[in-house]
């Protein structure tokens, strides 16, 4: 199990505070809604959560609907911990 | 207070390379320290703290020395037009100079990517430094190389311009004889000397050669904690310095960003009397 917390924390670490995260869902969108997300930071995020969870992503699963909201980066992550 | 001159240094190699040279208003201390600089994006965005942390030693009596790698930067050249041992070249170019400006020990600092050009030089047996402290190394090219791909990939992403797979940038370097990635052109020599270069590789030279510092930044809050990289192996722990420095990740951060705290342990490494 992936705890929300567990992605914001994440998110929070890569963005350097430019999150406003006490008021994030897994509905909050991502990619489009913060400016902060460039490809830089999604690197980043990419290498935190390989990092902290223990996965390695293939390149080819990376895709732009994965950073869509806080959810659909969470249901990635827990996808490829049970895969 | 320091001085600071600017300069055109002649390369042994190919086109002269920019060289900035901060120092104390005192006068020559004899000791030196070179800033060795990151690659690509990374290298834009940590100028500002590499300007910093110059003045910062300068200040503190130390003679300090920025450059601009051939092709980057400030210096001559057009990007992806050099070698991995022209920038090796640079270093030592810029090693000589500071020999013959009067400095007897001579340290270094690097971020990223530049640990892996400085270990390669080091273990190369050109150049001795008393001091070598690298700010979050990249320890394997490979996996650096990987993420310049993934910076593609997420490019396209962050742009909404069409979906790109590793296949498809790996097709791009075939057909263009380079990885473009932020603006930049990464020849495939260079990509090739990249993935080669590893810390794991030279680590027995680097403890043996010099006095290793390693700084590790995490965010406040993180555990601060001192974990060993892998590149160390267990019988050299006693031999590398690692230090975990709770400070911004600033050449990841989209607006110029300073890390007050990583500024302060490293001049305080340097001008640490033992």
Redesign the interface.
């Known amino acids: 199990m992936v705890a929300l917390e567990q992605v914001l924390d994440v998110l929070?670490?890569?963005l350097?505070g430019a999150l406003p995260i006490n008021e994030l869902n897994e509905e909050a969108p991502l990619?489009?809604a913060i400016?902060?997300?460039?490809?830089?930071?999604?690197?980043?995020i990419?290498?935190s959560i390989e990092e902290r969870f223990g996965i390695i992503f293939?390149?080819?699963e990376?895709?732009?609907e994965m950073?869509e909201t806080v959810g659909t980066l969470r249901n990635q992550i827990v996808s490829k911990m049970e895969n | 207070m320091y001085k600071s001159d600017f300069r055109y240094l002649s390369s042994s190699h190919k086109l002269p390379f920019f060289l900035a040279h901060y120092s104390p208003e005192t006068g020559n201390s004899g000791k030196a320290v070179i800033l060795v600089p990151p690659f690509a994006?990374e290298l834009n965005?940590s100028k500002r703290m590499y300007v910093l942390c110059a003045r910062q030693l300068a200040a503190a009596g130390m003679e300090v020395y920025c450059f601009d790698f051939v092709g980057t930067g400030d210096s001559y050249g057009e990007w992806g037009s050099f070698s991995w041992s022209d920038w090796q070249q640079n270093l030592a170019d810029v090693y000589r100079h500071i020999k013959a400006s009067g400095s007897d020990e001579i340290s270094v600092i690097t971020l990223r990517l530049g640990a892996l050009i400085v270990s390669d030089a080091i273990a190369a047996g050109q150049l001795q430094f008393d001091k070598c402290l690298f700010w979050d190394p990249v320890e394997d090219g490979e996996i650096y190389v990987?993420?310049l791909?993934?910076?593609?990939?997420?490019?396209a992403?962050?742009e909404?311009a069409q979906?790109l797979?590793?296949?498809d940038v790996m097709a791009d370097i075939e057909n263009h004889g380079f990885l473009e990635v932020?603006g930049y052109q990464i020849t495939t020599d260079l990509l090739d000397s990249i993935r080669q270069a590893k810390l794991a590789k030279n680590i027995d030279t680097l403890v043996s050669a010099t006095q290793l510092h390693w700084m590790v930044l995490k965010?406040t809050g993180?555990s601060s904690a001192v974990n060993y990289p892998p590149s160390v192996p267990e019988a050299l722990h006693n031999q590398v310095n690692m230090h975990t420095v709770q400070d911004?990740?600033f050449w990841?951060?989209?607006e110029v960003?300073i890390a007050p705290v990583l500024l302060d342990k490293t001049a305080e490494l340097f001008t640490h009397v033992e």
Request: net charge negative; proline share 2%.
């Open positions: 929070a670490e890569s350097d990619l489009g400016p902060e997300l460039d490809s830089m930071a999604i690197v980043g990419i290498t293939d390149d080819d990376l895709d732009a950073f | 994006e965005r990987r993420q791909m993934r910076l593609k990939i997420a490019a992403m962050s909404d979906a797979t590793t296949k932020g965010n993180q911004t990740r990841m951060q989209q960003t």
